[in-house]
């Protein structure tokens, strides 16, 4: 139905082209246009043009065609509100038929114009009449002969001629790009890419620039920044007598831009059109705010500019490119901060493969941890540090990883498993010790026993062969390819102090050891949210002292195992506060599940009771008694504080005498003390009562002073609920998001992991609530917890703690529910800067 003629545009300076309507290329076109570039004649349809289109009606194509001189061969792209939602492609050559073929050959020569009709009629067959590709991509004859044949095999396979009629050609194309953005697979496709349901396509109708024909002619595509490092290098190719973007096809044909010593360039064959396509693309890049990647051609000297797309640019690439237009004052601080993706900073801060280096693939899994790393095979996690004690830098090689390797990957620069999913034990650990890793690598072959390494080509390798692991991509590599290093460097750093001054809410790190509290200070987190205390006796000297606490029958025994655990905790508070600095340190008494710290097989039992000196029978006998049905429920956190007050005493004595220690050298230290698993206010009244006695103690026995806070970790449903009266004895409340997630759901944060992904693929949940924190449901509680621990507390300090605490969106939903900082794993610092500061803007 013809009822209503759809809207048809001709892009000149003062034509209304926005966006929303008409799409980003055809946008970016009149922007050019403006500029007073020499873009060919260009037509924009709308989106609802085009969706007419799809739905059967068409726009008048005579009218179109009245706007181009006769004879002229058009091209038709796609115009999306965003480049990177993708577009059917576009088709070139559009008019050309065997009249038009007669009177090019005269002009630019039989081959030229033979090429010129050739690959308009493939582009037809494939794309528009959907004839079988192969057919025609066969066919590689050149010249007129192999016109010949692509026509003849269009009659044979359409069964009927090429059409000659421009009109019909230009209405056919449009039609079909039309109809393939509304197939399934396109709009699945797209929306993967964050395209939303009814995105729209615009079309743009532009007359041809030849780039073939005599004189220099040609095309090709010019970008100012290396797409990689974001610096500042002409990139791109040209080749002569060619269109669209074979230029990028052909390498070996095509010429460098500017002048390379690796072989000819257009600089110098043609030194006029390059420095004309330098100031456009200077221009552009001022005018249009960022750095393009152009297309043009050359037409007997001429440059033309045909379209613009900002450049590909990698996470390094992007935060350099942000911040040099904010540097040259092209856009504000504001909007370079806006134009990077905070979940992409992760692969700064990490060494990767160097994007040119050779790879020499053996391998390859799930890219569970980012970053790359080289080093010699080890197979077990005793091996990983006696190498790390050499030395040597080396890759643990594990079918899976459990908690007893945990010292192996410490050791270990990267890891590499045969088994395992983005969740599983090493997934986890890796990512949170900054290690890179592949795991589920399935199709090489493991074998312990002989310690090979087997390759999928089937290679072998053995201990001490030198292999890398490519964490970003799920690479494993053989040798040492070239690495580039972490980009922790000015631009990094300068570009997260502008984050820094836009942000309004605070972010700290979780850091258990010295080693991550130096990771937090080197990302510049404002201090430590967390300090999981029982996470620092998983070291083998150490978990032996820390059973024996656990194990004492008599308050003797559990004395002289707790004086026993006190220096090695003042020695850790007294570290961790020196390398903070004064910033504030949150320390969190013992939270350990009992039985994560007993030993679960007979050797672990047997060498328990060797410590103990008692039976082995014995020790099994206790072992089972403190056995729990659950858990995580069971006498854990502030629970165990309470059953057994001697450990907080312990822990808050060894806190005190650490705060003496660490301000006798510098700012004094104000340490924060954290209880854990809180769910009444008496509770938290006990232990106080206790730890102002300990303090008032190390006070009198030291004659000097010290300050103190002590907080309540908010992660039970009843604590939020009743968060003021709880907040009337805490300086601050941490919501530990992991555990009231798990208690809000009744999903055991441990199990949840076998029926996620069924539960999320199915929409049950929207994502994992243990990555995002449910604003609803959770979110609901947190806001409760908020209203009623300010109620209770006017001038109470509030923060979360779990793992939500780096991820982008939970870091949104904490801001707008008033809390004050958010405490994430050392290595999401950075985004959670980024990330906070976006939500300011
Ligand atoms: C939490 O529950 O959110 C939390 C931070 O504590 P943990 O993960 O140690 O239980
Ligand atoms: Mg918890």
Not at 371 to 389: C, D, K, L, N, P
Not at 672 to 700: G, H, Y
């Amino acid at each position: 139905r013809q009822d209503q003629d759809p809207e048809v545009t001709l892009i000149t300076p003062t034509a209304p082209i926005a966006t929303p309507t008409h799409g980003g290329r055809a946008k970016c076109l009149q922007r050019l246009v403006r500029l007073d570039l020499p873009v060919p004649r260009t037509v924009a349809l709308s989106f609802d043009t085009v969706h007419r289109i799809a739905k059967g009606a068409m726009p008048d194509i005579r009218a179109i065609l009245d706007e181009y001189p006769a004879g002229a061969l058009l091209c038709v792209r796609p115009s999306s509100e965003d480049p990177d939602w993708g577009g059917p492609g576009s088709v070139l050559n559009i008019g050309m038929n065997d009249a038009l073929f007669v009177e090019f050959s005269d002009s630019i020569g039989p081959t030229a114009a033979s090429a010129l009709y050739k690959r308009f009629v493939t582009a037809y067959a494939i794309h528009v009449a959907r004839l079988d590709p192969d057919v025609f991509e066969e066919i590689d004859a050149p010249g007129q002969e192999g016109l010949s044949e692509v026509l003849r095999c269009y009659e044979e396979e359409a069964e009927e001629p090429f059409p000659q009629d421009p009109a019909v050609q230009l209405a056919e194309v449009l039609r079909s790009m039309a109809r393939a953005w509304e197939g399934t697979t396109a709009r699945l496709l797209r929306q993967a890419k964050g395209a939303p349901m009814d995105a729209g396509l615009g079309l743009i109708v532009q007359e041809m620039a030849l780039g073939v024909g005599d004189g220099e002619c040609g095309s090709g595509v010019l970008q100012l920044v290396n797409s990689e490092t974001g610096l500042p290098q002409i990139t791109g190719r040209y080749l002569s007598q060619s269109q669209g973007r074979e230029a990028l096809k052909c390498e070996r044909s095509s010429l460098f831009l500017e002048r390379d010593p690796r072989g000819p360039s257009l600089e110098e064959q043609a030194p006029d059109a390059f420095r004309k396509l330098k100031e456009y693309a200077a221009l552009m890049r001022e005018k249009l705010r960022a750095e393009m990647q152009i297309e043009f051609t050359i037409e007997n000297g001429q440059v033309h500019i045909l379209d613009g797309v900002r450049v590909k640019r990698s996470p390094r690439a992007a935060l350099r490119i942000a911040l040099r237009l904010a540097e040259d004052g092209i856009i504000s601080r504001q909007e370079a901060l806006m134009r990077v993706e905070p979940r992409g900073l992760t692969e700064l801060l990490h060494r990767q493969l160097d994007p040119e280096a050779e790879r020499d693939r053996i391998g390859g899994g799930v890219a569970a941890s980012p970053g790359a790393a080289t080093g010699r095979i080890v197979f077990s996690s005793s091996e990983a540090q006696a190498s790390a004690a050499r030395g040597e830098n080396c890759i643990l090689v594990r079918r899976e990883t459990s908690p007893e390797d945990v010292r192996g990957m410490h050791a270990a620069v990267a890891v590499l498993t045969e088994r395992g999913g983005m969740t599983s034990h090493a997934a986890v650990i890796g990512r949170g010790l900054g290690l890179p890793c592949v795991v589920g690598a399935a199709r090489m072959g493991f074998r312990h026993n002989s310690k090979r390494l087997v390759a999928e080509d089937g290679r072998e390798f053995g201990e001490g062969d030198i292999i890398t692991v490519d964490g970003t991509s799920g690479q494993v590599l053989a040798g040492a390819p070239k690495m580039i290093e972490a980009a922790l460097d000015d631009a990094f750093q300068t570009f997260m102090s502008w984050a820094d001054e836009e942000r309004d809410i605070g972010v700290r790190a979780n850091a258990d050891t010295p080693a991550d509290a130096a990771t937090a200070r080197n990302f510049a987190a404002q201090g430590i949210g967390l300090c999981r205390t029982e996470h620092m006796f998983f070291e083998a000297d150490r978990i032996t002292p820390m059973r024996e606490m656990i194990f004492a029958d008599s308050p003797e025994d559990r004395k002289a195992a707790l004086a026993r655990l006190l220096p090695m905790q003042r020695a850790d508070f007294t570290e961790l506060f020196r390398i903070m600095e004064g910033m504030p340190v949150c320390i969190r008494l013992f939270d350990p599940p009992l039985h994560e710290f007993l030993p679960s097989d007979r050797a672990g039992l047997r060498d328990l009771a060797e410590a103990l000196d008692l039976p082995v029978s014995d020790v099994t006998r206790r072992v089972e008694s403190m056995g729990e049905y659950n858990p995580m429920l069971g006498m854990r956190g502030v629970r165990l504080g309470i059953a057994v007050p001697e450990i907080y005493d312990m822990q808050a004595r060894a806190i005190f005498e650490a705060t003496l220690e660490a301000s006798r050298d510098g700012a004094p230290v104000v340490p924060e003390i954290m209880l854990p698993l809180v769910s009444a206010c008496r509770e938290v009244e006990l232990v106080r009562t206790r730890i102002d006695a300990v303090a008032a103690a190390v006070r009198n026995e030291r004659g000097r002073e010290f300050d103190y806070s002590l907080g309540v970790m908010v992660e039970t449903p009843r604590a939020c609920l009743r968060a003021d009266e709880i907040a009337q004895h805490a300086h601050f409340l941490s919501f530990g998001t992991n555990d009231l997630t798990q208690m809000t759901y009744g999903l055991s944060r441990d199990d949840a992991g076998r029926f996620m992904s069924d539960y999320v693929q199915q929409g049950v949940f929207a994502e994992d609530p243990f990555h995002r924190l449910d604003s609803d449901g959770v979110g609901e509680l947190i806001r409760i917890g908020v209203a009623r621990g300010r109620e209770g507390n006017g001038g109470v300090m509030l923060s979360i703690c779990g793992e939500h605490g780096g991820d982008p969106d939970s870091i949104a939903f904490c801001r707008d529910a008033g809390i004050d900082y958010v405490s994430c794993s050392p290595f999401r610092v950075p985004v959670a800067r980024l990330a906070a500061a976006q939500l300011a803007i």
